[in-house]
């Protein structure tokens, strides 16, 4: 039996053997084993893409491998590790705090002797393990955090830099759960760190390591205020309609304002011009008129946040016309295998172009500063793209000579009016200067948007190019939010992803289809999601090809803010104030968030009220009483003969019946086969009585806003007027 290594904080103990295979990890409070022990399983490991020692190389096969740890020792706080067949070792420093265990890859041990003196740095090595743990499964577990955890324990490996590879494979009854150091990422100075607590903790304990390693404040910001505040998004505020804004707000409740860059830059067509960020006209005084604007904002009591594309580049921006950017990402490199001269239409190149890109708009060569499109390619020799139209995108027509290496420009799959900028360069801090001037200029939160835009491998260029902008902002965003995420974004993207953006006609199956089902796995990553982001649209509207018969109605958000509330998410409403008064329910639609608003920010909904939301079979009002309080009341939908009628009868505990209605879109009188001296109408519960016509037998009621109909005929006599209802 081999000795055996201990690690062991206020929290957990990991025994490791000299081995280096993994034996045991505990968590102390209870005891509990936490591995699936028995597997062999290698704490560290080392990768080359193929064996470089000549006895291994004529041994074994040349291909990828992975040589697991076998030898390791301890002085003080630096581990030496040895592997599987080839002499290389490395040195990783281990650090034992009480709120974690952390790992880094030093440097390693490698000499010219070991590889027959080969002309090359040593060791050859491509990847390094620096944490690998057999973790037995339980309830839950967090894709985005690397956490596996339940009521008693919870068990996480996550990332203390950018650059580590943080992730988990699935086996029988557990998860093997690691973090890799890559080649070309980072190898020496990555590091990763083991938590082990109770789950209670856990926060506390990543709140310590994001301090100790200067990281983003994750937990701070998942701990704050604003974390669950809905937002009114918009593209089209500016200096001259600032108030205008702030009036909507009001009405909605909205404390929190997600501008746009379409609102503050000129962006052209789609993204045809982000990237310049030039002022729009509307700010002639440039970014001073962009501060005055912000500081309304926040005097009005709202918070403003700043909506880019931080991955993008316009093809109509100066990144791309007359001479296309060097720094633009290529999906694929080409070396041009005869000279390219001025009038060619062919384009002939070393490497076979079989399974190149041919979607509409995106077949496009970038060779110098020219960009070409190709309308096919050949994958016999000699290898070619053929139908070539020079200088596209305003691009300058050059001659290109033999050996130029170009490539496939990485055009969005979003429009094709933008490219994606290569990660690799200056580009995207250059971008993020501009971004974070205006940033500078008031704003206090932010959304990456089209953040899948990088080159590989996502999951590290993914959450690095969101963070080399984020560190550039002041003062740090309150939190963020974003179109993608990764492992280390989880440290500022405080809140992952809003769905966008449902029909009327479908938008409660949506919700309950897409953000309800995705609630509780973001939970799993202790964090939450955004419910949004929601159209606001006008009875009769055209969205697309199709036409919106209802438009947007209170009930709709009100399913939405409820079932978003009910797990402590905020919404996003995207509001076009040039259309959004022509919607005759307008008022009602923002009164329904503004008090949703109201019960998040002063805590008045119960654990108790957030379990009954959870049910998305039952839908929910929430009414100011006779008292002028908060009620939460289950309702449902009742069938109506006339489809601009929308009611819903209301369960209260009363032995009265209560039926809420409204005219989607207009407003008139409404015949109901019930004795008008039953009914008692109001605008409000409580509230001054309406006189209630009769004709012939029937209660004739005004209908266009929201009112109430008090009433102690039966459920029954209320569900067969409605159902007869007829517009007088």
Not at 122 to 146: D, H, M, S, T
Not at 149 to 178: K, N, Q
Not at 567 to 572: A, E, G, I, R, T
Not at 712 to 727: I, N
């Amino acid at each position: 039996m081999c000795g055996e290594l201990c690690f062991e904080n206020k929290l957990c103990r990991l025994i490791v053997g000299e081995d280096c295979i993994v034996r045991s990890l505990t968590l102390l409070e209870t005891g509990e084993e936490l591995l699936q022990t028995g597997e062999d399983i290698a704490l560290f490991s080392a990768t080359q893409e193929r064996p470089f020692n000549n006895e291994v190389k004529l041994a074994h096969p040349n291909k990828r491998t992975i040589f697991q740890g076998n030898r390791l020792t301890r002085e003080g706080d630096r581990l030496t590790v040895g592997f599987e067949l080839i002499p290389a070792k490395a040195v990783i420093s281990v650090t034992v705090t009480d709120a974690y265990i952390a790992f880094k890859l030093e440097d390693f041990i490698a000499t010219a002797d070991d590889y027959g003196h080969l002309n090359m740095d040593y060791p050859p090595i491509c990847e390094v393990r620096i944490v690998q743990l057999p973790v037995k499964n339980r309830a839950c577990f967090g894709e985005w955090l690397n956490v596996s955890h339940d009521d008693t324990a919870a068990v996480c490996v996550l990332s203390t830099s950018p650059y580590a590879r943080i992730d988990s494979e699935r086996r029988r009854g557990y998860r093997v759960m690691f973090a890799d150091a890559v080649r070309g990422i980072k190898l020496r100075g990555t590091g990763a760190a083991l938590i082990v607590s109770r789950p209670t903790a856990l926060l506390d304990c990543i709140d310590v390591l994001e301090r100790d390693f200067d990281l983003p404040r994750g937990v701070q910001s998942r701990r704050s205020e604003w974390i669950n505040r809905s937002m009114f998004w918009t593209h089209l505020i500016n200096p001259t309609n600032v108030d205008e804004h702030i009036r909507y707000a009001k009405m909605g409740g909205f404390r929190m304002m997600l501008i746009y860059v379409t609102s503050i830059f000129k962006t052209g067509y789609g993204y045809g011009l982000n990237g310049d960020y030039d002022y729009r006209p509307e700010y002639p005084n440039g970014r001073a008129d962009l501060v005055e604007m912000l500081a309304k904002l926040r005097a009005a009591g709202i918070t403003p946040g700043f909506h880019f594309l931080q991955t993008h580049v316009g093809l109509k921006t100066r990144y791309v016309t007359p001479r296309a950017d060097h720094r633009l990402n290529h999906t694929r490199l080409f070396t041009l295998s005869r000279p390219l001269s001025e009038t060619d239409t062919t384009v002939y190149v070393e490497q076979n172009p079989e399974d190149t890109v041919m979607a509409d708009k995106c077949r496009v060569l970038h060779f110098g500063g020219e960009l070409i499109s190709y309308e096919a390619y050949t994958t016999e020799r000699p290898y070619r793209f053929t139908g070539c139209v020079r200088g596209v995108y305003e691009t300058t027509v050059e001659a290109h000579p033999l050996g130029l290496i170009g490539g496939i420009l990485d055009i969005t799959e979003f429009s094709a009016t933008s490219a994606y900028l290569d990660q690799n360069t200056d580009l995207q801090d250059e971008i993020a200067d501009k971004i974070a001037d205006a940033y500078g200029a008031g704003f206090r939160f932010c959304y990456f948007d089209g953040s899948e835009g990088t080159n590989v491998p996502f999951g590290f260029h993914v959450p690095n190019a969101q963070y080399r902008v984020y560190k550039k902002f002041t003062p740090a965003p309150l939190f963020t939010e974003g179109a993608a995420k990764a492992h280390f974004s989880w440290h500022f993207l405080s809140g992952g992803n809003a769905f966008d953006i449902f029909r009327p006609e479908v938008f409660k199956k949506k919700i309950a289809q897409f953000p309800a089902e995705e609630a509780p796995r973001m939970r799993q990553d202790f964090t939450r999601l955004n419910f949004g982001w929601w159209g606001f649209w006008n009875p009769g509207a055209k969205m697309g090809s199709e036409i919106t018969v209802t438009g947007t109605q209170p009930d709709m958000y009100e399913y939405g803010t409820s079932r978003a509330a009910a797990w402590d998410c905020p919404v996003s409403v995207m509001l076009d104030i040039n259309e959004i008064f022509k919607h005759p329910r307008l008022a009602d639609n923002l009164e329904v968030i503004r008090r949703w608003e109201d019960v998040r920010a002063n805590g008045w909904l119960t654990e108790e009220h957030k379990e009954t939301l959870k049910n998305l079979d039952q839908e929910h009002i929430l009414l100011i009483d006779e008292d002028g309080a908060y009620e939460l009341a289950p309702y449902r939908q009742l069938k109506t003969s006339v489809p601009e009628i929308r009611a819903f009868i209301i369960t209260r505990e009363s032995e009265a019946r209560y039926v809420v209605f409204w005219h989607i879109s207009g407003e008139g009188k409404m015949a109901l086969d019930l004795p008008a001296e039953k009914l008692t109408l109001t605008h409000k519960l409580g509230g001054e009585a309406e006189a209630v016509g009769v004709k012939d037998g029937c209660a004739v009621l005004p209908i266009a806003e929201r009112r109430f109909i008090k009433t102690e005929l039966s459920e029954d006599a209320l569900v067969k007027a409605f159902e007869t209802a007829k517009l007088i």
